[in-house]
């Protein structure tokens, strides 16, 4: 075919490769850093490396054709990109240079591309020198010409907080704001709930209900009651924004948060999935108002077995709105005037929390690092967030309520006399798979330097690696240890295909009780009333293909918060150079030493090359280094003092350097 190119250019190319020779092989491409590009190929055990000099016009996301060269050195299968058959729909980020007078192009941000970008003049959108710029590729013809962007937006000035966040969502393929006519849409929506939806809803409004919530929260999309039965059981309720109700099926607004699929939570701000008009208004089941829910409702035993349940459509007037720090306050003994229902809520969930760790749930205690950030996002102090038993007492209530949920559908299947198969009452599931034990082995050799015994069976089960989790609880390698096997383990996702979910060890799990922030929960809310009225939901293709959708933005809402909180600390320390810290080493390369400080949690690297007091080897089976001359032996979980010495925003990473 003929193609021609935004500068006028023709160009004669082939229209499949693939279709002319059967010998080249079709995958997905990525690069790392130094532009060595990757390609996933279907049914391939590992990604085919692609030299640099072999990558041709491919970038992060396109679909592309390869053909094999020789291995590499190490065995690895590498090849060349023959031809770019599908452009990745991509958003790119970076610095807009004015390179001479009139003439401008990008440099990426080293998570965006590895090739500098050309802006013609009538697309820069308004941009100018120094600022941060989302673009999008216009076209890109030859390996020896730049690549032709075109400017979308201006995030602002290189190295200011907003556009140091912008940049982190739009690089995650995030946005961060709302087309106009999705917010409009919005504002349309009618705040007064008609009389009929009173008229046929179970009515709570005569209960004690009340949200427990961060203190900073505005979202509040779910909320408990309890009380003792005649019979001695508890009766709980999970009472849940009716989300469904406002965001009808195909609505411009439907659509955005289908695209959306999550809330990102980022260190200084949330982008909700929903206009602030429903995620902190008409949905948020705030004090004092009428609300829409729908509510789980569960029978349980003091010994914590639920016997009976309902799931019903429900309105409610939360009594009370708790932090978690007023929460904890109450649980530990602080007067209120519902102490009773919380003092039930606890005995209860304590029952739950044991139980579900005698089964060999997996209890990960990560710490998790909170900012202390000014007017303009610069942060100012990191503490670690304290883990309260009343975030315990929220977690294992919506626990239950999503297990409850996941069995329900499982009910009606048996009920319905029907043959099992995939249209039978299909169901977005929330799966976890069992983690690759050869990464469960590696993990085990890490340790076993530290004197630990982890021994991991091919069909690995949660109690194997929580009593790796039990071993370390008390050591200096407890938060390192956590992080890798946390690294280790297959990501959680949304599927028809229930498989189970390995982490919590449950059989049956779904997300239910958060559809402000999550689309999956919009989901399974369409599909029990669907079901409830004896009609029919999404098929199972569909539910696959949103699983697929929802699980990817999952991830990168999850990075971009990552991405977010490195930023943070970064900055933190960028003001700290010069100042000396004890820390923890948390991973060993042939690159050197990575370590996490002991009183604020970021985490640096001792370069190979800064380790000069010997000469120092990187043995691959022990996962150390050692000096060859004095011995000195640096490995997981010894601990150290180090020195700040750099700390570069741009790249997000943290310099130390040895304290002897």
Request: net charge negative; charged share 30%.
């Amino acid at each position: 075919i003929l193609r021609r190119n935004a500068k006028g250019d023709v160009k004669l190319r082939l229209d499949s490769l693939a279709e002319t020779n059967s010998s080249y092989l079709k995958g997905t491409f990525m690069s790392n850093r130094h532009g060595v590009g990757f390609v996933r190929v279907e049914n391939y055990d590992q990604d085919i490396r692609i030299p640099r000099k072999n990558t041709g016009v491919a970038l992060e996301g396109d679909t592309v054709l390869i053909r094999l060269q020789r291995s590499g050195r190490d065995g690895r299968e590498q090849g060349v990109v023959e031809q770019v058959t599908q452009r990745a729909d991509r958003k790119y980020v970076g610095t807009l240079i004015e390179d001479t007078p009139g003439a401008f192009y990008i440099e990426p941000d080293e998570k965006s591309a590895r090739v500098e970008f050309f802006v013609a003049p009538e697309n820069l959108n308004g941009a100018e020198d120094q600022d941060k710029v989302m673009f999008r590729l216009m076209d890109w013809v030859h390996p020896k010409s730049m690549p032709e962007a075109k400017i979308e937006e201006v995030l602002g000035k290189k190295g200011t907080n907003d556009a140091s966040i912008l940049s982190i969502l739009a690089e995650n393929q995030l946005s961060s704001s709302f087309p106009p006519e999705v917010d409009k849409f919005a504002d349309r929506i009618p705040e007064d709930i008609p009389l009929e939806e009173y008229e046929r809803r179970r009515d709570l409004r005569g209960e004690v209900v009340f949200t427990i919530d961060p203190v900073d929260a505005k979202d509040f999309d779910d909320a408990l009651s309890i009380e003792i039965m005649d019979n001695g059981n508890y009766y709980l309720g999970v009472h849940i924004a009716d989300v469904t109700h406002y965001l009808k099926t195909d609505t411009i607004l439907d659509k955005e948060a289908v695209l959306r699929a999550t809330s990102v939570y980022l260190v200084d701000r949330v982008i909700p999935m929903l206009p602030e008009k429903l995620s902190n208004g008409v949905c948020s089941l705030r004090p004092n108002e009428d609300k829409l829910t729908y509510s789980c409702f569960m029978e349980v035993t003091p010994e914590g077995k639920v016997v009976a349940y309902s799931i019903d459509e429900t309105v409610i007037n939360s009594a009370f709105r708790f932090t978690y720090e007023e929460a904890q306050e109450v649980i530990q003994g602080k007067k209120h005037e519902f102490s009773l229902q919380m003092s039930q809520l606890v005995t209860l969930t304590d029952t739950l929390t044991e139980n579900r760790m005698n089964s060999g749930s997996l209890d990960f205690d990560t710490p998790e690092p909170r900012f202390v950030v000014d007017e303009n996002g610069k942060p100012l102090d990191v503490k670690v967030k304290e883990r309260l038993k009343a975030h315990r007492l929220v977690e294992e209530c919506m626990l239950l309520a999503n297990k409850t949920v996941a069995k329900h559908v499982k009910n009606l299947r048996a009920k319905s006399g029907k043959k099992p198969g995939k249209e039978v009452y299909p169901f977005l599931y929330r799966i976890h798979d069992k983690p690759d034990p050869e990464k469960l082995r590696n993990i085990a050799e890490n340790v076993r330097v530290a004197g630990i015994d982890f021994q991991v069976s091919d069909n690995v089960k949660p109690k194997e690696i929580n009593k790796l989790l039990n071993a370390v609880k008390d050591s200096t390698l407890k938060n390192t240890i956590n992080d890798l096997v946390l690294r280790s383990m297959a990501k959680a996702e949304y599927s028809p295909k229930n498989i189970g979910h390995f982490g919590l060890n449950f059989r049956d799990y779904a997300h239910f009780t958060s559809p402000i922030r999550r689309y999956p929960d919009v989901i399974i809310h369409r599909l029990l009333k669907q079901y409830a009225a004896d009609t029919k939901g999404l098929s199972y293709g569909k539910l696959a293909e949103l699983g697929e959708h929802c699980s990817e933005k999952e991830r990168m809402a999850v990075q971009a918060e990552r991405d977010s909180i490195k930023l943070k600390q970064v900055e933190y320390m960028a003001d700290r150079i010069g100042e000396e810290f004890d820390g923890i080493i948390s991973g060993v390369t042939e690159k050197g030493i990575y370590v996490v400080l002991k009183e604020n949690y970021c985490e640096g690297m001792i370069s190979m090359r800064d380790l000069d007091d010997d000469f120092y080897v990187y043995d691959q089976k022990r996962h150390l280094l050692y000096g060859r001359s004095k011995g000195r032996e640096y490995k997981l979980g010894s601990e150290l003092r180090v020195k700040v010495v750099s700390a570069n925003i741009e790249q997000r990473t943290i310099d130390f350097d040895l304290v002897r």
